[in-house]
């Protein structure tokens, strides 16, 4: 089975930095994929980690940690644009397959 | 520009009536998928097709029902045995084997009056 949690909401303000943890147990793994979220859009694809370790795209950057079943989304200066949730998902082992979290709804703060 | 495209955008049906809800894609991907996204909840998947003429169950399919007759289309039709069928519907697809990125369509909102 596969099992995604990450925390329902979050807040900071903006200019500030805020990490989005994402922890998975699952029966195959692929790799981890972030996703950004705003209300009422489609998700837009973010990032993807299949090796330990931290992938840096300018303002966000993720890390994986295979062995412990955890990642996380770190958004640095943070903007109001940024206000949207973040959804993780892993990847089966067929890579067919992505089992979505639940989503963090960030809200960014003046 | 390829892309996924939704339709309707905004769909409302009254309670008994089966309602079908249309993807296309020109991005020439094999697989799509139909995701079903509840207020302030993750994405549940519904269906997935992986080539024509195939397709397959995913966590909460009961009340659903999809075809996949050409590889640019994979339409998804809400039955009456839905039971709570009013959501956010999401579809997507992906090129071929290997874990590669999901790209969403802008979604349907389907409202049961």
């Known amino acids: 089975g596969q099992n995604i949690d990450q925390p329902t909401e979050m807040t900071a303000t903006e200019g500030a930095i805020v990490q989005i943890n994402c922890t998975y147990q699952t029966s195959g793994f692929n790799g981890l994929f972030w996703y950004q979220q705003h209300a009422g859009e489609a998700p837009t694809f973010l990032s993807y980690?299949?090796?330990?370790g931290l992938e840096e795209k300018g303002r966000f950057s993720s890390f994986l940690s295979r062995s412990k079943g955890y990642s996380y989304l770190l958004l640095k200066e943070l903007q109001m644009k940024d206000s949207a949730s973040y959804l993780c998902a892993a990847v089966n082992n067929a890579g067919n397959m992505l089992t979505f979290g639940g989503g963090t709804r960030l809200m960014v703060k003046p | 520009d390829g892309g996924i495209t939704q339709s309707p955008k905004y769909l409302f049906r009254k309670e008994g009536q089966n309602v079908t809800l249309s993807c296309e894609q020109n991005l020439n991907h094999d697989a799509m998928y139909w995701y079903r996204q509840d207020p302030g909840q993750g994405l549940r998947l519904i269906y997935y097709s992986q080539i024509v003429n195939d397709f397959q169950k995913g966590d909460i399919a009961e009340g659903y029902s999809v075809s996949r007759e050409k590889k640019e289309s994979f339409p998804l039709t809400v039955t009456s045995a839905q039971k709570n069928p009013t959501a956010f519907y999401l579809c997507a697809s992906r090129q071929g084997a290997g874990a590669n990125v999901l790209t969403f369509g802008a979604g349907s909102r389907l409202t049961v009056l």
């Open positions: 980690n299949v090796l330990d």
